[in-house]
């Protein structure tokens, strides 16, 4: 019968041999038959087809069981289940024995009547045991009606409990499998509904969770790669504080998350609040498991008091600082010392436009335009619309940019990169080599590139060029509805003779 097609009269059945290990699922029965209705073999050949994709389908999951995200949300349930039932025993057998509240005979027949029903469902492919079953349920009826009226005995009682706890157990394991999982996932189910202690809870950031996060916030907010995986790498952070613990997800346990992290600065644990809180509202919409898993009108991450850090304005030595002018001219001749000539060259220019790093490092030959005649360099992208810009070319750097013109790479490139990191950033590898430089200068962490930013702002501030020209060049936003909107900024003129006030590099 290797076609799994077998005659019975005129009709054709389709017939599949089970093999042991997944009888379970179709009720121990060891084959299954089902008529196809035709007596035509061609015919019994296409019919048969949808019923052996179904039947295998149950055979496969009976071996995979269910995905690990609903087993984990299952044994959490059990262990609830289980400590309930475990601390219902307990106070049952308590209060008997003080005789506060009395386990009767009429409490035990309760139970046995629904125990017999569950016995025939669960037994019903095997006579012997469920007979056995109700014979054991049935003599402790009898001794509970053999017992003097009154308070019933209270090792009767206690063995009652007990039978009744290993039933349960075989239960518990029954309708698992029947519920689709797995011979293995049903064992690690009953085992924690016997044993709620040995169990301990899994954190909901699974990385099929992650992944899902963090691929909606990029592809559906739009969030910066960046910035998700920062946020990815925060909840992994909680993740293994959860599972080190054996501590569920709770407002409780994600305050005692924060109070670990010590030597963490309060806006820190502000951006972990703020990723566990995206997440939460993530999951709550997109997640059925974790929707059944917790209640989800309460964000555990939200509500949280944090200390505060240093008052308002810190200490100008604890600042981000500028270079001075001749520091800068200091960099660029020590950066051509060391032969590291792309962070010169990306000095020099962000010294005479106030360009951001990045922004000097995404300059192609195709950036250098004309504006009414000033030839600039054209910043088309950036962190705001006011970031998109046209800045003239100073004078002194006019030799410079014929130079990486000539030398552009193949990508037409100024400034030649490695090719950024995994984040597209060109900038990533001359950054590094800037920190190095500026550490062997003796720098510490309040001078950075972005500091020459600064020194570009402040030299134009001193030399009294109009705030609204100086936010034209360094491409920020004023603040106001006039200018921001309705204005289109510096002239071409105004913005040339404010560069030129830029000392020499």
């Given at each position: 019968m290797a076609d799994n097609l077998i005659l019975k009269g005129s009709t054709w059945h389709v017939r599949l041999e089970l093999p042991v290990d997944v009888r379970?699922?179709?009720?121990?029965?060891?084959?299954?038959t089902k008529s196809l209705k035709t007596g035509n073999k061609a015919e019994a050949h296409v019919r048969k087809l949808p019923v052996l994709?179904?039947?295998?389908?149950?055979?496969?999951?009976?071996?995979?069981?269910?995905?690990?995200?609903?087993?984990?949300?299952?044994?959490?349930?059990?262990?609830?289940?289980?400590?309930?039932?475990?601390?219902?025993?307990?106070?049952?057998?308590?209060?008997?024995?003080?005789?506060?509240?009395l386990f009767t005979k009429e409490n035990a027949l309760s139970f046995i009547k629904i125990f017999d029903?569950?016995?025939?469902?669960?037994?019903?492919?095997?006579?012997?045991?469920?007979k056995a079953w109700k014979l054991k349920f049935y003599e402790m009826g009898s001794r509970f009606y053999d017992q003097k009226e009154g308070k019933q005995n209270t090792d009767l009682v206690a063995d009652f409990l007990k039978v009744t706890e290993e039933f349960l157990a075989i239960k518990n394991k029954f309708f698992s499998k029947k519920s689709g999982y797995s011979e293995k996932q049903a064992n690690k189910i009953t085992d924690v509904f016997i044993e709620p202690t040995n169990y301990s809870p899994k954190s909901p950031f699974t990385s099929s969770r992650l992944d899902a996060f963090a691929k909606h916030q990029v592809e559906i907010k739009g969030l910066a790669q960046k910035t998700v995986d920062s946020y990815v790498s925060k909840l992994k952070i909680l993740k293994k504080y959860l599972e080190e613990n054996g501590l569920e997800l709770s407002f409780e346990n994600y305050q005692k998350f924060l109070d670990s992290l010590?030597?963490?600065?309060?806006?820190?644990k502000q951006n972990h609040i703020h990723s566990g809180s995206g997440f939460h509202k993530w999951a709550s919409k997109y997640d059925a498991e974790y929707k059944n898993r917790y209640d989800v009108r309460i964000n555990p991450f939200l509500g949280h008091e944090l200390p505060k850090d240093n008052k308002k304005g810190k200490k100008k030595e604890e600042k981000?600082?500028?270079?001075?002018?001749?520091?800068?001219?200091?960099?660029?001749?020590?950066?051509i010392s060391k032969q590291k000539h792309q962070v010169a060259y990306a000095i020099k220019i962000a010294g005479l436009t106030g360009f951001r790093i990045e922004e000097v490092c995404k300059l192609?030959?195709?950036?250098?335009?004309?504006?009414?005649?000033?030839?600039?360099?054209?910043?088309?992208?950036?962190?705001?619309?006011?970031?998109?810009?046209?800045?003239?070319?100073?004078?002194?750097?006019?030799?410079?940019?014929?130079?990486?013109?000539k030398n552009a790479d193949d990508g037409g490139y100024l400034i030649h990169s490695s090719g950024g990191n995994k984040y597209g950033i060109r900038s990533d590898n001359i950054s590094k080599a800037f920190t190095r430089i500026k550490r062997e200068l003796g720098y510490d962490y309040r001078h950075v590139f972005h500091s020459i930013r600064k020194t570009v702002i402040t030299t134009l501030q001193h030399n009294d060029v109009k705030p609204l020209i100086i936010a034209?060049?360094?491409?920020?936003?004023?603040?106001?509805?006039?200018?921001?909107?309705?204005?289109?900024?510096?002239?071409?003129?105004?913005?040339?003779?404010?560069?030129?006030?830029?000392?020499?590099?």
């Open positions: 379970h699922a179709f009720g121990n029965r060891r084959k299954l994709a179904e039947w295998k389908s149950v055979i496969s999951k009976s071996r995979n069981g269910i995905s690990a995200e609903q087993l984990e949300n299952e044994l959490h349930l059990q262990q609830k289940v289980g400590e309930t039932l475990n601390g219902f025993f307990e106070t049952t057998l308590l209060k008997h024995v003080r005789g506060e509240k029903s569950d016995i025939s469902i669960i037994f019903k492919h095997d006579p012997k045991e469920a010590d030597e963490v600065k309060t806006k820190t981000r600082l500028a270079f001075k002018v001749e520091e800068i001219k200091k960099l660029y001749e020590f950066a192609t030959k195709n950036h250098i335009v004309s504006e009414n005649g000033v030839l600039s360099l054209y910043v088309e992208e950036g962190k705001t619309d006011a970031s998109i810009r046209k800045i003239p070319i100073h004078p002194s750097l006019e030799s410079l940019i014929d130079q990486l013109v034209s060049i360094v491409g920020h936003e004023t603040g106001t509805i006039t200018f921001d909107i309705y204005s289109d900024g510096a002239s071409p003129k105004q913005k040339l003779e404010a560069i030129k006030k830029l000392p020499k590099i």
